[in-house]
């Protein structure tokens, strides 16, 4: 017994030795599981690095630290809850960092106005197209395809679009995205928001694109309605639609900067597919108080471009400081590949109640169609725009 017991001793102490004088790094696990980051009320706060695909719910914890160093796609089924006052910072290494949301996917991203979700780069000094973006993808109707067909996303090579208008892919509310639009080529690029055939079963509100280096959000096809929209100093159109898109934007505030595109450029369908130029419909949104601030009419650029037959409603427009407030591009004949000014002439397309202010020319008719100014704008001087300075005080930047 006592042999035994001295044996146990010494077992013991080295043991003891052992441990006290390992000098083997620490292991550092960042936990990407969703059994462990479920939004459990973690008392250890900790750096957790997502990206890859997921094919149960993701929900993200207060307490912990989150950088996005890849593709974070969330598959079909799947729901992705981010807290309010959460910021997430995304690796500065270009396209490949992005979060999607593949159709019938969620993301409950629900802040306010005090405490934003906010997604942006890791860089010390952050610039514009340091990372990807947000991209929402669902089974609502586009003009790309027929039928229950998909078409496949720019980015992430994605299905989407379908037959179901009410589609339901979350809710986005005061969410924020920051120096976003990386390029993966030329003509896949990264918009701060992307939504391609997101339905309107889906709440989008408060929402902000700041220093992108694409479009800040491009709508592709479907019916989504989004409102309370902030597009500040976009590189390339502030807010873009093509592929049939029939939403509505409602009190939308777009402000470039030194290097930026259109205000708006909208297209009826997608001219970078170039395969259906005869859709069944056209893209035809309702744009309702909308202000687009430029940077003085001597520097030219267009606020608000319509061309490849869109059709659309404009309500309460107020434009400052471009050449041009209205560029209008398509071709004659209501037959025609492009019958944008068609659609002005039927009264598809139409702009009410507008406000210029250092506007050189505010409509510019290149659509081989024979139309007045009257004929598309009507209640010159009665326009107020949005009021951005109430409805985006204390969520936005940039201003």
């Known amino acids: ?18 441990c006290t004088s390992d000098d083997t790094a620490d292991i550092i696990i960042n936990d990407n599981s969703v059994t462990n980051n479920n939004g459990g009320g ?4 900790a750096t957790i690095f997502l990206s890859g695909t997921f094919t149960e719910d993701l929900n993200l914890d207060a307490n912990n630290t989150y950088k996005l160093n890849g593709s974070l796609i969330m598959a079909s089924g799947t729901t992705l809850r981010i807290p309010a006052g959460m910021t997430i910072e995304a690796l500065a290494a270009g396209s490949n960092v992005y979060v999607a949301i593949s159709a019938g996917a969620q993301i409950e991203a629900i802040g306010t106005a005090n405490n934003p979700i ?14 990807g973006g947000i991209i929402l993808l669902g089974n609502a109707p586009i003009n790309s395809v027929t039928g229950s067909a998909t078409a496949t996303s720019e980015i992430a090579s994605l299905p989407y679009g379908g037959t ?13 995205v920051e120096y976003s639009g990386g390029s993966a080529d030329g003509q896949s690029e990264n918009n701060g928001f992307s939504f391609y055939g997101v339905g309107n079963g889906t709440i989008v509100e408060y929402i902000q694109a700041f220093e992108g280096k694409d479009d800040g959000i491009e709508f592709f096809g479907g019916t989504v309605n989004a409102s309370f929209v902030s597009v500040v100093n976009s590189q390339d159109d502030s807010i873009d639609w093509t592929e049939g ?11 470039h900067g030194a290097e930026h595109d259109k205000g708006i450029e909208a297209d009826g369908y997608n001219t970078d597919i170039g395969n259906n130029s005869s859709p069944l419909f056209w893209s035809n949104p ?10 003085g009419s001597s520097t030219g650029n267009e606020a608000i471009r319509l061309r490849a037959g869109t ?6 427009v107020e434009i400052v400081g471009f050449a041009e407030a209205f560029d209008l591009d398509g071709d004659a004949g209501a037959m025609s590949d492009n019958p944008t000014g068609t659609h002005v002439l039927n009264g598809d397309l139409t702009a009410t109640d507008l406000l210029f202010t250092d506007v050189t020319l505010n409509v510019k008719n290149d659509t081989g169609e024979t139309f007045t100014e009257s004929d598309f704008l009507s209640g010159i001087g009665n326009g107020t725009g949005t009021d951005f300075a109430t409805w985006g005080a204390g969520w936005t930047v940039g201003n």
Do not use: E
């Open 245 to 255: 898109y029939s939403g509505t934007i409602t009190n939308a505030h777009v402000q």
């Open 164 to 176: 179901n208008a009410g589609d339901n892919s979350g809710t986005l509310r005061y969410v924020r």
């Open 42 to 45: 973690n008392n250890n706060p």
């Open 311 to 316: 059709q659309g409603t404009f309500t309460n």
């Open 1 to 18: 017994m006592k042999n035994n017991l001295l044996s146990c001793l010494a077992i013991f102490a080295l043991l003891l030795s052992s």
């Open 118 to 131: 906010v997604f942006t780069s890791d860089a010390a000094n952050p610039q514009a197209g340091d990372w």
């Open 286 to 295: 309702t744009v309702t108080n909308l202000t687009i601030i430029g940077n």
